[in-house]
Every structure is written in structure tokens, then in C-alpha cells.
């Protein structure tokens, strides 16, 4: 989703830029854009629809050398607006001297724009952002950028990641509420970034911004902070960098994450296996007794908390709920909850606003995410990473899993720390999780044998029934999404027992119904009943099923009662993938959506 970077340099600045939007590339956009001061002065301002490198290719084409040492960029997922190049970032003011880039959603821009056309300014986009351009420029007379910024943010409401230059005066401001923003120094120049990760080369160390923080970027930065809150944040080091990976014999970045799935699952096992038996991986993390869970999250790591959640109060009696973070209003917490805030981006924008509303009272917050410097990884009072590696399809595979079994072995190990699980049980427990690369690898393997003729079979159905019964219903439940979000078909799962409930009135001859079949009781009476009205039951099962993807689980006692069949959900993958290929798809880069769901 949307990213920005602004930097002062001691050269051209439009390369840096260029670099850092690549980096941002993988988050999902629609356009593209970047300001920089012009040999004469002037902000000059390319923008485009189509990708970063189209960009370079026109900066290139003009005199870099000319162009000023100064400047935003910006990668634009539509919110307000559609996609094109009028409403892609920078946006300017009526002078044509201030330039912009926002992040998250101005709630009053309406009553805002009114009030400024009002006052005489013309806009040049339907986008609310571009407000700030004009508020900045009404502010302005006889005051520095940063007054100006400070004054025009008082007027907002809503959420915002500001970069803001004046190219007459070189001022570079950049100001955040409650939507990531860090700056940074070093001999390179002077930076601001949505995400470390876009100026990480540049840079050892970085600043967080709080909300309301308005940051004058220069070589002696003028900070304005909130009353209370100390002159400047801690200086935090830079985290590692992660080269994109290539893809080497793949097709597509997510047959390449699927395929990683053993592989992390080992890595996990190697680092967090060891401390779960002794309960000393949940003590490290220092946080309180519970005595139940609120697991958050959205899309696949809300999947993947449903599933922690069922497997929690299943094995221990501990209860749980789980909080769709955009739904956060209706929740209520309890005394004792821990909340499990789980995310593999960790910016997920409906997340870190669900923890910031006071509807979670004082619960201390444990992150599990995949990116641990992350916004939610600094707000948590703790953090676990799930070491998955980079995912660059915007679908989830891997940090699925990861986060199942990183999930899996806290709640393990909390469980013995506080006494309600035994140490030599949770040893047999976690031996058997050793055994989720094998249980993987082999799910992998059938389900490439089996899944394209399923593919090609049901390429015409406009739906799919997704069905399962106790945590097979929870990994089903991640299938239909995979699915839909790959397909763009529609895709519903169900407990299977609710079938005669309503949604057998779905199922007519050929409709593709997908059963998570690890035998659970009367699970065979439901498929009898899908069957029996013609529905193509797609089975993921043991021997003998359609895909058989469990393989033989009655040497294990991991599968049941503990995980459940957790490796049913590479089947659903593998077939989402299919599915989306023959339809003519991208798999790694699905219609309307982004990696990184940075606005609420
Ligand atoms: O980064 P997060 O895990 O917080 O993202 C949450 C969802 O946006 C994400 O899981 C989304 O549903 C995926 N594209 C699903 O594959």
C-alpha cells in the first residue's frame, strides 16, 4: 500500500528516491510519483500509473545532475479517488511551490476542501490528501514550513504520514499521526521513510515519530513534539536487510513461499523448539500471567489466530476470543487477557488502530509478526518473529504457517510456565511439531500431483464451498480466503455442520465443494450429503481422497487433538494457485489488493 521517502542529499536527491520506492514496491500500488526541487527553483513533479522503473526511466531521460538535491516520493494505493495520474502523489498547492505526500485517510477532507475552494484554491485531484497541500499553503504567509505543517494538522482528523517541501526555500517537513513515519541521518543525507526498510542502506540508525510529531529534516532537525513526551525519540539501529529474493526455478513468488514452507517450519522448530518444554520461551518475553487470550489480527493472521485460539482452549481450557481488528469497537476485555496481536507486515493499519483505541484496556500485548521492527513490533510489550523470511506474494502462504507454529509453541510453552501443561507432555508435543517439515513436504508434493486436473475441472464453477469440522473447519476457513482473494471467485467456508443450516441450498450439480476430511465425526455424513445432490466433493485427506495432502496421520498425535490438520492448508494454496493460473490471474499481484494494509 502507500509508501513514502524524502530525503536532502549533498547530490541529486532523484536517485535516492527512485531506489526507496523500488523497496516500498513489494507493499502493492497502483501509481507512483516523486517531487524534487528543479535546477530553477521550481518543484518539478513526474508521476505515473505504471511502475517505479517507468519512472526512472523518465527521470533519466532528464538531466539528473540539474535536478535538485531535495525531494518526496510516493507509491499510491487508490482510497479516495481512482487510479490515475491525476490523482497519483505528489500533489502541489495553487503556487506550485509546496509539494506533498500523504499516508492514511483525512476524514474531514470534504468539509476541508469546501472550506478552501471557499477561500479561492483550485484542486488538481479528487484525492483527500491534497487538503494538506492547500492547508500548508494558507498557513504559510510570514511562517516556517514547519509552523505551517504544525498549523495545518491541527485542522485534520484522521490518520496521516506527511512528507512536505517548499522548492523555493528547500524546507523539507514531515509530520505522523497515527500512521508509521522514521527519520534518519548518516553521511548519505538526511531521510524520512514509512518504512525503515526503504532507506536501510542508507542509514545505521533511526527515529520513530510519535503522533502529532512535526520534524524539520535537515542537518540540525527541528523536532516539535506533543507535550510530555521527551525533546527526541531513542535512536533505534537499523535491523538487517533482506535482499529480494529471486525467483530461481519458480514460476511465481508465491509457488516459491509455498515450496519455503518446510524450510521454515524447521528454522522455527531449530529456534523456538529448545525453550518450549521448560517454559522458558514464555517467560523470556516477561509478561504477566493470563488467564485467557484475545487473539486480533485481519485476513490470514486473523485465520491463523482463529486456529491458535481454537487449539488453545481445546487442549487447556483456557478461554479465548478472537477480535477482527477492524470490528475492534465491539469487543470487550476482560481482567487477565493477554492479547496475541498477530500480523505479518505488522503495519497493519486496522491493528495498531485497534491497540491504540483504549477498547483493549491495559492488556499487555504480545506481537507475533514477521517483521519484528515493525510499528506493531515497537507497540507490543513483547515480541515473537516468525523467522518465515521475506513474502513478497501479497497472498499469505508461509507466514501462515509460521505463524501457526510460532503461535504453537508460545501457547506450549506458556502452559508450562503457568502450570497447566506438563513438562514431559509438552517434550512429546513439541517432538511431533518436528515432524511438521516432513508432514509439509509430503502435503507439497501430492498436492502438485493432484491439484491441476482439480484445477482444470472446476475452472467454470463462479463458486466454492469450503467445509471442515473443528479445526479443520479453522484451516478451511483460510482456504476459501486464499481462494477468493487469488480466483476471484466467491469462496465461503462453513462449519460442516451447519450445511443443512443454509448453505446447502448452494450446492447444485458440479459445485465444487472443498472438505478438510480428517475424519472428524459425522464428517462422512456431510460430504454424503453434498455428494448426494451432485456437488464435485474436492476431498484433502489421507490416502485415498482427492488430494491426498495428510497423508498417514495415525503415527502422529500432533495432528489431533494438538494442531490439527494444519498441512490441509498447502492443498488449499496449491489450489488457489492452480485455480488463479488457469483462470489467466496474477497470482503473486491480485486485483485491488496490496501486501501491506497500511489504511484503515
Ligand atoms: O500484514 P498482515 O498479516 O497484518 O495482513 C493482514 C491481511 O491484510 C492479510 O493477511 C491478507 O488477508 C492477505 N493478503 C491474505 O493472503
Known sequence: MC????????????????????RLEYRGYDSVGIAVAGGSHLVMRLRSTKRVKDLGRRVRDLDVPRLGTIGIGHTRWATHGEVSTRNAHPHNDCTGRLAIVHNGVIENAAELRELLVGLGHGFGSDVDSEVVAHLVEEARAGSSLLDAVREATDALVGSWALAVFDGTTDELVVASHQSPLVVAHSVHGHFAASDIGAIAPWVEDFQVLEDGDVVEINASPRWHRREGLPPEPELRARPPMHVQ????????YMSKEIEEQPEVAARIMTELGPRVADGELWRSLGLPDFARV???GCGTSLNAGRALGQLLTRNSGVPHQCIVASEVATASVEDKT???????????ADVLRALSSNLLGSAPVLAVTNVGHSALGRRADAVVECSAGPEIGVAATKTYMAQLLTG?????????ARGTLDPVRAAQLVGDLQRAPDLLAQAIGASRRAVPAIAEATSEAPGFLFLGRGAGWRFAEEGALKLTE????????????????GPLALVERGTPVV?????????AVDISEVAARGGRVVRIGGPGSTIPALGNREATVLGIPWCGPFESVVAMQVLARELALTLGCDVDKPRNLAKSVTVH
Open 245 to 252: 529474493p529471486s525467483l530461481v526455478v519458480h514460476a511465481d
Open 486 to 501: 487469488l480466483t476471484y471467485r466467491w469462496a465461503v467456508s462453513y462449519p460442516a455442520g451447519e450445511l443443512k443450516h
Open 294 to 296: 484475545t487473539f486480533l
Open 515 to 523: 472438505v478438510v476430511d480428517d475424519q472428524a465425526r459425522r464428517l
Open 408 to 416: 504453537t509453541c508460545i501457547i506450549l510453552s506458556a502452559l508450562v
Open 3 to 22: 509508501g513514502i521517502i524524502a530525503g536532502v542529499s549533498s547530490t541529486p536527491i532523484a536517485p535516492y528516491l527512485l531506489e526507496g520506492l523500488e
Open 338 to 348: 493477554l492479547v496475541m496481536a498477530l500480523s505479518q507486515s505488522g503495519e497493519t
